[in-house]
């Protein structure tokens, strides 16, 4: 059995691009969840996926959004890209629905310049 | 507003020093607390869940306990290789989406 993964580990980009991250949930995980950590921070919710649907978002703007794919695995995109954008981006997994223990990836490190 | 509190933000021990981090927080409803251990530049590990008030968990040199009001996670007689972020995160009963909310961590520093 696969953990979280994550993809890319480190991206660079500047002011006003867009960003695409991955992630591949552990094997039979059917809720995904995204966070975002600043340096010295504890991960803040961005938004979940639960079967293919949004099932919640935190307070985040409408240039943070995502998908979940019939595998389970999930993008989250954001555009118009800020330096406070600047972040540990997380992706967690849940087995059997959102209220499950959630089992976190490696994270992708984005630097906005 | 659920709100997570953790203290000290910073602890530095020497090997074999027993200490407590605490996690204090205010939630409608406690669906679970959890503790993470996060080491720099990746993501959080997951250690403990705990459900209602008076539950212990115990993991090797780890024990986390939890009141109405906080949680403790003792570490006994800790080694350098415990050094680490240990995060404490909350989770509300809700009949949808139940996002964790987390504290800012305290960073744990094991001297040899």
């Known amino acids: 059995e696969t953990g979280v993964t994550q993809s890319p580990t480190h991206l660079i980009k500047t002011r006003g691009q867009q960003v695409t991250l991955r992630c591949s949930s552990q094997?039979?995980?059917?809720?995904v969840s995204w966070y975002q950590q600043a340096l010295g921070q504890g991960p803040q919710f961005i938004f979940q996926?639960?079967?293919?649907?949004?099932?919640g978002r935190g307070n985040f703007p409408p240039r943070f959004s995502g998908l979940q794919f019939p595998n389970y695995s999930s993008e989250l995109n954001v555009n118009a890209l800020e330096l406070d954008d600047s972040a540990l981006y997380l992706c967690?997994?849940?087995?059997?629905?959102?209220?499950?223990?959630?089992?976190f990836g490696p994270g992708t490190r984005l630097l906005v310049l | 507003e659920d709100q997570v509190t953790q203290s000290p933000e910073a602890l530095r021990l020497q090997e074999g020093e027993s200490s407590s981090l605490n996690c204090s927080y205010t939630?409608?409803?406690?669906?679970?607390l959890f503790w993470y251990r996060q080491d720099p530049g990746k993501g959080p590990e997951f250690l403990f869940t705990?459900?209602?008030a008076g539950e212990e968990k115990e993991k090797e040199r780890l024990k986390a306990t939890l009141t109405k009001k906080e949680s403790f996670l003792h570490i006994t007689a800790p080694k350098p290789e415990d050094s680490a972020t240990y995060l404490c995160?909350?989770?509300?009963?809700?009949?949808?989406?139940?996002?964790?909310?987390f504290g800012k961590g305290t960073r744990l520093s094991v001297i040899a």
């Open positions: 705990l459900y209602s």
């Open positions: 995160a909350v989770q509300r009963i809700d009949s949808g989406n139940t996002p964790l909310v």
């Open positions: 094997s039979g995980h059917n809720t």
């Open positions: 996926y639960y079967r293919e649907e949004e099932n």
């Open positions: 939630v409608s409803g406690l669906r679970g």
């Open positions: 967690a997994s849940s087995l059997h629905g959102p209220a499950e223990t959630q089992y």
